[in-house]
């Protein structure tokens, strides 16, 4: 596939909400949903819909994670990917997703990941509808349930749902129409419709999908897990999702930190310290690095990399754990790991069962086994100038 290189259409996918009536333990975007997240799958249509800028907007601290599930569903069409950090409520966070687009960009759509099983030919009939009118579009279904106006227990009257619809999203609009309605938003508004009918502006509809529910309620989530199929493997690889899964992961650090040496999980009191952006664990990192790759969420570097101030000076609990949880999101769960430490320094047998307990600790009790070699002289290692570490991972489905 040949990306144009200023693409006019831009997609804002907005996941940036803690999804709190969800009832899980990580961000709704982030929650598994069909053996990926619930922003993998959203992406997966996004992608197969239109070419266009996508911008996903992500809770502040997960970026890295959105930029996986955004590379890994946008395949060919990578480059034409942004993250950025969504702020405090919705529209904080397309007006984000907004200053991200590129100037070649001038219809823009706005998604809600939690609509994650909406189809691509939404995006193309929104896209075209913009294109055809200059106004701002929105999918929706009739409404097919009788509607009652209520007071406090009481019935009022009836509704006349032949003038109602239910609004969806990805909902399309004139670039230039949205940042104009943004500049002069007073208040919050439900969705973007409402915020540029607000500014004067006319919306038309077209028709929604049954599937482009949102997933909002522990309801929600059970309705889409029976509706998602899994999401295709990569070309020429066997079908083998219920299979546990093997990742390998390596790490190096020299020698020539501040500090003292933490290895293996271990503060190891009057060595030399690692040098590296957080504690230079070696064994830690080959860990995560095993676990992501078998998990196919990406590697160290796009989670803990020097763009997460938060991690410098970590030590392995912090990575493992959340490396733990990221797998866990994804709808994965550790067997076991092993590691080989390659170093002439520390003298690791007589603090091995420690070792290994606190990495296993870290994991969640899973168990972790460690052994340790020297190179006999040869290589960076064996002249005592860094350490190597080397790790296998078995994960299976949760």
Request: aromatic share 6%.
């Amino acid at each position: 596939m040949t990306l144009t290189p200023s693409p006019r259409v831009g997609v804002i996918v907005v996941a940036a909400g803690s999804g709190t009536r969800l009832g899980q333990d990580a961000p709704k975007a982030f929650v598994g949903l069909g053996g990926h997240t619930i922003l993998r799958h959203a992406l997966r249509g996004v992608f197969a819909a239109p070419e266009a800028q996508v911008v996903v907007v992500a809770p502040a601290g997960r970026e890295g994670e959105a930029l996986t599930d955004a590379r890994e569903a946008a395949g060919s069409r990578a480059p034409l990917v942004t993250v950025v950090a969504g702020g405090a409520t919705r529209q904080a966070s397309v007006a984000a997703g907004l200053a991200a687009l590129w100037p070649s960009v001038e219809v823009v759509l706005v998604h809600d990941a939690a609509r994650a099983l909406t189809s691509p030919e939404v995006f193309a009939r929104v896209i075209d509808a913009v294109d055809r009118t200059g106004w701002g579009v929105v999918p929706a279904l009739p409404v097919i349930d009788t509607i009652k106006r209520v007071e406090d227990e009481r019935i009022i009257e009836a509704v006349d749902r032949s003038q109602l619809a239910a609004a969806q999203t990805p909902q399309g609009f004139r670039r230039d129409v949205l940042e104009t309605a943004y500049a002069v938003a007073s208040e919050e508004y439900t969705d973007d419709a409402a915020l540029v009918a607000a500014a004067g502006h006319r919306v038309a509809i077209v028709e929604g999908d049954a599937h482009a529910f949102k997933i909002t309620t522990p309801a929600d989530l059970d309705r889409a897990r029976a509706f998602a199929a899994p999401v295709p493997p990569v070309p020429g690889a066997s079908p083998a999702h219920g299979l546990p899964r093997v990742g390998v992961g390596t790490d190096v650090h020299a020698f020539g930190g501040d500090g003292s040496l933490w290895l293996a999980g271990l503060e190891w009191p009057g060595e030399p310290a690692l040098s590296g952006h957080s504690d230079g664990d070696a064994v830690a990192h080959a860990i995560v690095d095993a676990l992501l790759s078998a998990a196919g969420l990406g590697d160290i570097g796009t989670h803990f990399g020097t763009s997460r101030p938060e991690f410098a000076g970590a030590h392995a609990d912090a990575f493992l754990a959340r490396t733990r949880a990221l797998l866990g999101e994804a709808g994965w769960a550790i067997a076991n790991v092993a590691v080989q430490l390659q170093s002439n320094r520390p003298k690791f047998a007589p603090r091995r069962a420690e070792a290994e307990a606190a990495l296993s600790a870290a994991l969640g009790g899973v168990p972790v086994s460690l052994a340790a070699t020297t190179t006999d002289g040869l290589g960076f290692t064996g002249s005592g100038t860094g350490v190597q570490a080397f790790a296998v991972a078995l994960i299976h489905r949760a």
